[in-house]
C-alpha cells in the first residue's frame, strides 16, 4: 500500500497516540473503530469549548478596565466572564454529561478550578502591562502583549501534519505554544506523548516566519508547568515518527499488543483488540474498499 496515496495529512494526535499504544490508533484511525466516550473525553471536549469562548471573550473585559482598577476588579472581571461560559457550556452539555451520571453542579466544581486559574492568570497578565504603560480601555487591548490564542488550528504541508493547539502567547516577534493537560501528571517532566505533541506543533509554528523560543505543557489538576525546547535531535525524532506512523497506519499489519496493560484495563477498544478473528476481519474490509 502507497503511503502517499493514503492519510496525507496526519493529525499531530494520531502521532502522539502512536507513543501512547500504537495498536490503538491502528484500530481507531485505519479500522475507523471508535471508542465508546468516556467521561474524561467529554469534560476534555468541554473545557476546550470554554477555553476557546473565554479567548472570544476577552477583547470586551480588556476594554472595560479603566484607569483605577484594582488587582481585585481585573481578577474579578475574568472570573465572572469565565464561569458564566463555565455555566452556559454546561447547559448546552447536559445530555452528555448526566449520561455519565454526573449533575451540572460536580462537572461546574470540577471544571471551575482550572477555568479560574485561566482567569487568574489572564488578569495578571493584563494587570502587570497595564501598570507597566499606563493605557486603558481599547488601548489597552489594542497594545496588550502577549495576547493569548485559543484553539488555533494549523497545519504544515512541508511536515504533512496537522493540529489544534490548546493556547498560543502572541508576542510582537515570537509565540509560545501551550499544551493544557488534565489528569495525572508525571513526577518528572512531560509524559512523553505530550512532549512529542507539542514539539510538533513548535515545527509547524516556526514555518510561521516567528521565532519560537520554548513552548508550556500545563498540566491543570496539578498546577505543573513544564518548558519545552526544540532542538537537532527532538526535530529528527519527530519527523522519524511522522514517517513511521504514516507507514502504520496504511499497513495490513496491526502493530503488536501494548505491554503495559494499565493502558489496556482503562481502553475501550479493549475487547475488539484481543479478538484479532475481529481484528483481520475488518483489516480485509477496509482493504478490500481501498
Not at 535531535?233 to 503488536?256: A, H, Q, V, W
Amino acid at each position: 500500500m502507497d503511503a502517499e496515496n493514503q492519510f496525507i495529512m496526519l493529525s499531530v494526535s494520531m502521532i502522539s497516540g502512536c507513543m501512547y499504544c500504537a495498536r490503538k490508533t491502528y484500530l481507531q484511525y485505519t479500522l475507523r473503530l471508535s471508542e465508546p466516550p468516556k467521561e474524561a473525553l467529554v469534560m476534555g471536549t468541554l473545557r476546550h469549548s470554554v477555553f476557546e469562548s473565554a479567548n472570544q471573550a476577552e477583547q470586551e473585559i480588556v476594554s472595560s478596565i479603566q484607569e483605577g482598577y484594582t488587582h481585585e476588579d481585573i481578577t474579578s472581571a475574568y472570573k465572572t466572564t469565565f464561569l458564566s461560559i463555565l455555566n452556559q457550556a454546561i447547559r448546552k452539555s447536559k445530555k452528555r454529561i448526566e449520561g455519565f451520571g454526573i449533575s451540572q453542579q460536580e462537572a461546574f466544581n470540577k471544571m471551575s478550578v482550572s477555568v479560574i486559574k485561566e482567569a487568574e492568570r489572564r488578569a495578571s497578565n493584563v494587570e502587570v502591562f497595564m501598570q507597566k504603560h499606563k493605557v486603558y480601555r481599547e488601548d489597552l487591548w489594542s497594545m496588550l502583549t502577549p495576547k493569548m490564542l485559543s484553539e488555533f488550528r494549523i497545519e504544515s504541508t512541508k511536515l504533512g501534519i496537522r493540529g489544534i493547539i490548546d493556547q498560543i502567547e502572541m508576542y510582537d516577534n515570537y509565540m509560545i505554544p501551550i499544551e493544557l493537560k488534565t489528569g495525572k501528571a508525571p513526577e518528572e517532566g512531560a509524559w512523553p506523548s505530550h512532549r512529542i505533541q507539542l514539539a510538533a506543533y513548535m515545527l509547524m509554528l516556526s514555518e510561521k516566519k516567528r521565532e519560537i523560543k520554548k513552548g508550556r505543557i500545563i498540566y491543570l489538576d496539578h498546577d505543573k508547568e513544564i518548558e519545552i525546547t526544540i532542538n537537532p535531535f527532538l526535530e529528527e525524532e519527530i519527523k522519524d515518527l511522522i514517517k513511521r506512523t504514516s507507514m502504520m497506519l496504511n499497513s495490513d499489519t496491526p502493530p503488536g499488543f501494548e505491554r503495559n496493560q494499565k493502558k489496556c484495563d482503562a481502553c475501550g477498544l479493549k475487547d475488539i483488540c484481543y479478538d484479532k478473528n475481529m481484528v483481520q476481519r475488518r483489516i480485509r474490509e477496509v482493504f478490500k474498499a481501498r
